[in-house]
């Protein structure tokens, strides 16, 4: 079982959509989470970083983490085609990034 | 413009050749990271470098070498000891490993 689980889609939705991308964990140690957004061929980029459980809310996106259940969340209003590129979660023990565990990524779509 | 530069962004080489990936970052940066992605598993760490003149195996360093002579340049080595080469390099740069690392764009290798 690896240690970070995400569902690699690929998820499709209309504009203007909700989103929702989840990852679950098996190691209840994970202190730090985060989302990136990595376009095709393309590095990835930093969306959302959180500490402790509870939402976290930027402009259209709210990061939600459930540490009792030790599933995480990225929720996506008001989705655009802007928003198609893959989604990866991401969390570590501490805020080192040299301890980083990246989840294989949600590949999302959203049709005009 | 402040960033990560990876060169080049699309890599040929033949079995058993040594090939030198370029990463350069003038963001003044301490750490430095390369990571490796392949379809369906997440980011897995090669290296990373905390400070110039010092360096550390990531999770799946066998094959590949690092050097740090530069604060500015991480170069990453991929010797003819590595199994399966071909992938999607990622580099990137955090000012220490305990905060936010941004990625370069990636350097596709293919090995033929």
């Known amino acids: 079982q690896k240690e970070v689980e995400q569902d690699p889609g690929p998820l499709s939705v209309p504009e203007g959509a909700i989103v929702s991308l989840n990852c679950t964990y098996s190691n209840s140690a994970f202190q730090y989470f985060m989302w990136y957004r990595q376009y095709s061929r393309k590095g990835p980029e930093l969306l959302m970083y959180?500490?402790?459980?509870g939402n976290k809310e930027d402009g259209r996106f709210t990061a939600q983490v459930d540490k009792s259940s030790k599933y995480i969340s990225l929720f996506i209003r008001d989705s655009q085609p802007s928003d198609s590129a893959t989604y990866l979660c991401?969390?570590?023990?501490?805020?080192?990034?040299?301890?980083?565990?990246f989840g294989t990524g949600t590949k999302l779509q959203v049709i005009p | 413009d402040g960033g990560i530069t990876q060169s080049p962004k699309y890599l040929f080489r033949k079995e058993g050749q040594n090939v030198t990936l370029s990463c350069e970052q003038n963001l003044n940066h301490d750490a430095m990271y390369w990571y490796r992605q392949d379809p369906g598993q997440g980011l897995r760490l090669i290296y990373y470098s905390q400070i110039v003149n010092d360096f550390q195996k990531g999770d799946i360093a066998e094959g590949y070498s690092v050097s740090r002579e530069k604060k500015e340049s991480f170069p990453l080595t991929v010797t003819s000891a590595q199994k399966n080469p071909t992938a999607f390099y990622l580099c990137?740069?955090?000012?220490?490993?305990?905060?936010?690392?941004?990625f370069g764009q990636g350097t596709r290798l293919t090995v033929v």
């Open positions: 991401a969390m570590t023990l501490s805020g080192g990034y040299q301890k980083v565990t």
């Open positions: 990137a740069s955090s000012y220490s490993l305990d905060t936010e690392a941004f």
């Open positions: 959180t500490y402790s459980s």
